[in-house]
């Protein structure tokens, strides 16, 4: 594949410390960077006014706004707002939760107002008040003040809220186009889904288009059922220039060639993006290499694996109003503690970037020792066992075996001829659990050491339960809460006793 000048080639330099860690840091100078967010719309709306910044669907066509329209309501919406807010688009959609206790004494703000009383409609908030000295207020707006909290998406704890600054926001951007140089060649555009209330919609891409005066579509649609023909018809009418949902099939189709790509890696925490992969690869996974201002430290596992620490301009000050947990997130030379794992691409080049290798968190010792590592022996699984296995939870933790419990995928099920019936909370047709036992046993058979051998499985009947936070706001499961809100299950695997536990033959 060959090398393309949209990306900035690989330069970083490792230090190897006398306690075994090892810092890895770009050699590449940051940018400039503005000092609020609100520099961006000024910039765009005195250059480029009449530009598309923000679009959403309004019936056959697009409700459009451009940089000074954008800032013109944005004014209006400061000059109105109070320190306690809370907003929903339809007040009659969610009357129940706007009623609750929690939220006594606190404005409601909705688009569509509905029956609601009490409620204030967003068109009142954009009347404005020319009384109001908007640029005193905004001259009150530094690096450090506090843009937004946003909520971790609580995969492996409980969720915690991020202190999201002005800085980092703005350094983030500036390090994204030090290594993507052709963000700041031509104004970007974007046809996206993602929710704003979570850092990869919210801040990466709505501040890349903002920083870059580039224009955002809001995609209506969703890859889901039901939902991926509004999104099929928003592509047809606008074509971004970037794609954050990688539709390498319909490119390959178009040009014949696979487009420019590439991967990145972060967290809420980090404003997100801390490392990215700026040269091609042939690889899936690597997600390359610091980005400018960013330093890793990198403390040994086992095996070539590092757990993975941060520090940087980009890194949140803490979680809001949670001091103990702010605490624990930082070790004692102020680096961030991510919980994430990577490997080398090459242990004898740093250049080529390393590999993400799962959540420390996610994998777990068995009684005798061994260390599982739960993440890639999931993804494996779930390939085996398609299309029968929708998502699963692995088991083991202070236990002699590995153990799997499945959420079905009850379509694929009833359609390979087998029931749904169920006992106790698990799935028990006689058919279905010899198909499974058959491939666990083939799995076993290929799979033999005790760190990715299979001793038994269950099939839940109920899927995961969003309402009970076994499933996060991004959609991935929340391991801890599905084996704490069925543990009788969880008993019932480990017992042996159960018709509905699936043990393969030896």
């Known amino acids: 594949m060959k090398r393309t000048s949209n990306f900035k080639p690989h330069d970083v330099s490792s230090e190897q410390r006398s306690d075994e860690t090892l810092l890895l840091r770009s050699n590449a100078e940051m940018g400039d960077v503005v000092d609020t967010s609100a520099d961006w719309l000024h910039r765009w709306s005195v250059e480029a006014p009449e530009r598309i910044f923000l679009a959403e669907r309004s019936g056959a066509g697009w409700r459009e706004e451009t940089y000074q329209s954008t800032l013109q309501k944005v004014r209006a919406i400061i000059s109105l707002v109070k320190p306690s807010m809370a907003y929903v688009v339809d007040a009659d959609k969610f009357a129940h939760a706007i009623t609750i206790d929690a939220l006594a004494g606190v404005e409601i703000v909705a688009s569509d107002v509905g029956s609601q009383s009490g409620v204030t409609g967003m068109d009142t908030l954009l009347q404005g008040d020319s009384?109001?000295?908007?640029?005193?207020?905004?001259?009150?707006?530094?690096?450090?003040?506090?843009?937004?909290?946003?909520?971790?998406?609580?995969?492996?704890?409980?969720?915690?809220?991020?202190?999201?600054?002005?800085?980092?926001?703005?350094?983030?951007?500036?390090?994204?186009?030090?290594?993507?140089?052709?963000?700041?060649?031509?104004?970007?555009?974007?046809?996206?889904?993602?929710?704003?209330?979570?850092?990869?919609?919210?801040?990466?891409?709505?501040?890349?288009?903002?920083?870059?005066?580039?224009?955002?579509?809001?995609?209506?649609?969703?890859?889901?059922?039901?939902?991926?023909?509004?999104?099929?018809?928003?592509?047809?009418?606008?074509?971004?220039?970037?794609?954050?949902?990688?539709?390498?099939?319909?490119?390959?189709?178009?040009?014949?060639?696979?487009?420019?790509?590439?991967?990145?890696?972060?967290?809420?925490?980090?404003?997100?993006?801390?490392?990215?992969?700026?040269?091609?690869?042939?690889?899936?996974?690597?997600?390359?290499?610091?980005?400018?201002?960013?330093?890793?430290?990198?403390?040994?596992?086992?095996?070539?694996?590092?757990e993975v620490r941060a520090k940087g301009p980009n890194i949140m000050p803490?979680?809001?109003?949670d001091p103990q947990k702010t605490a624990e997130a930082f070790d004692g030379e102020g680096y961030f503690i991510t919980g994430d794992a990577m490997v080398f691409v090459d242990p004898d080049n740093v250049n080529a970037g390393m590999r993400f290798d799962g959540r420390i968190s996610e994998d777990f010792k068995l009684l005798t020792g061994t260390w599982v590592r739960a993440t890639a022996l999931r993804m494996s699984l779930l390939s085996h066992f398609a299309p029968l296995a929708a998502d699963l939870v692995m088991t083991g933790q202070d236990k002699s075996d590995i153990g799997v419990l499945i959420f079905p995928n009850k379509e694929a099920i009833e359609t390979a001829g087998h029931a749904l019936d169920d006992v106790d909370g698990m799935l028990s047709d006689p058919s279905l659990l010899t198909a499974l036992r058959d491939r666990l046993a083939a799995w076993n058979e290929a799979n033999a050491s005790s760190s990715t051998r299979i001793a038994r499985a269950a099939l839940f009947a109920e899927p995961a339960s969003l309402v009970d936070a076994e499933i996060t706001a991004k959609g991935n499961l929340n391991f801890r809460k599905v084996l704490q809100r069925r543990s009788a299950i969880l008993d019932h695997l480990y017992n042996g006793s159960h018709d509905a536990v699936i043990v393969p033959k030896d």
Request: aromatic share 8%; proline share 7%; hydrophobic share 40%.
């Open 318 to 321: 803490g979680y809001y109003n």
């Open 131 to 306: 009384g109001v000295d908007i640029d005193a207020a905004r001259g009150q707006v530094t690096p450090d003040s506090v843009v937004k909290i946003l909520m971790t998406s609580g995969s492996t704890s409980a969720p915690k809220g991020v202190m999201t600054t002005q800085r980092m926001m703005c350094v983030n951007q500036t390090q994204i186009a030090d290594s993507l140089p052709f963000l700041t060649e031509r104004p970007p555009s974007v046809v996206d889904w993602l929710p704003w209330n979570h850092v990869f919609g919210g801040s990466h891409n709505f501040n890349m288009m903002l920083a870059n005066g580039g224009s955002f579509y809001i995609d209506d649609g969703k890859p889901l059922k039901g939902l991926f023909d509004r999104t099929v018809e928003n592509l047809k009418m606008v074509t971004g220039s970037l794609v954050f949902n990688v539709p390498v099939g319909m490119a390959l189709d178009v040009k014949g060639e696979v487009p420019l790509m590439t991967s990145s890696w972060g967290l809420t925490e980090t404003a997100p993006a801390t490392m990215i992969q700026q040269e091609p690869t042939d690889r899936s996974g690597v997600i390359g290499v610091p980005m400018s201002g960013v330093t890793l430290k990198l403390v040994p596992e086992e095996d070539g694996r590092y």
